[in-house]
């Protein structure tokens, strides 16, 4: 397959939703094999379904591959289908290369082993040889940062501990494609960030990457292509801009009053719209690429559908692993808006002081009602920019600091 990594050709995976039923097909396929009968099983029998129905794509060497959807879209399908877990029903799935997967919380642990001893166990499932697991065992340990309960059976430990002994065997098995489903956002806050960063470390040296998650901020962040699922088959497929936008868009038609942001779904009135978004310097021209420290304006136009009287307008600011960095809002800077009629536009101006460090980051515009409480709109990721700054830094911001040396003590 030269550089292609993962190739699905017309792949098609059916499940049963009746266990009984489901057992005595499998047991008739069997039967059949064995005399020589073909099975037949592109063809669905009672209380069957496709939960993937025809799906095709390619992935390249040192490439990334979102896959977002609703749930039972038929995204972990996929990942077990390249990791060998699941075979297809119809169609052909090539994998080239060695596969280190994190799909289900558990899986390949033995629940009476203890946390160093499922070490061994899970890491020769990924295909690792006893000398290195033997060589990487520390750094295993250390990555999972479960303390002692390294040292206690698994049975013990809970959903986030699960991932990250998964997480740390799975990333340090050298594999050429990793798969990340879901059951990353079991772990908190600071061990997700350790695994973005371990992850983007590991792109660098040209591993392929399959990443399924509802955080559509972290999917756009890292993944070059996107391919949006839905009842098992492939709505859209493309830039991560296009497809999430498309993905966003199409659940408000849907649902007509629920946005769905990266952290959540928040119900909207559209009593007021944001209608377009600029980032402006101070000549007043638009630009994609802000030198830290640089004074910006983030530049918004809402159109009222309803009078609203004392509106709140505010914007949010995450970096690429969708953490916020920065938030405002009207009320926070005590404010009064007015009274704004139906059918006004409104200008609304945010004019930065850009002290940030190195990074992509994305705006998220809103506006509510007067109370905070009634969302009008919100623009999930409307705006993306670039910060390049001179400066070596770690964390959020560039707090300018200072450094003074004195001799003596003086």
Known sequence: MEDTMIKFEDVSKKFCKDMKRSMYYGVKDVAKNIFGIPARTEILRNDEFWALDNVSFELKKGKTLGVIGPNGAGKTTILKLIAGILYPDKGKVEVDGKVGS????????????????????????????????????????????????????????????????????????????????????????????????????????????????????????????????????????????????????????????IVYASHGSIKITKDAEIMDGKILNKEGKEIYTINAGEEITFNFKVKFNESIENPIFGIIIKNENGEIVYGINTNWKYIKTGIFEKGEVAKVEFVQRMTLIDGIYYVSPAVSHHDGLIMCDWKENMLKFKVISPVKLIGFANLCSEIHIHRNGK
């Open 102 to 257: 994190l799909i289900e919380i558990g899986a390949g642990f033995h629940p009476n082993l203890t946390g160093r001893e499922n070490i061994y166990v899970n890491g020769a499932i990924l295909g690792m040889s006893k000398k290195e697991i033997d060589r990487k065992i520390n750094d295993i340990i250390e990555f999972a940062d479960i303390g002692d309960f390294i040292n206690s059976p698994v049975k013990y430990y809970s959903a986030g501990m699960y991932v990250r002994l998964g997480f740390s065997i799975a990333v340090h098995s050298d594999p050429d494609i990793l798969l990340v489903d879901e059951v990353l956002a079991v772990g908190d806050e600071e061990f997700q960030r350790k695994c973005v960063k371990k992850i983007k470390d590991m792109l660098k040296k040209n591993i392929s990457l399959v990443l399924v998650s509802h955080n559509l901020t972290l999917v756009g962040g890292i993944c070059e292509e996107v391919i949006l699922l839905s009842n098992g088959k492939v709505i859209k497929k493309g830039k991560p801009e296009e497809v999430i936008s498309y993905y966003i868009s199409s659940l408000e038609k849907e649902t007509k009053n």
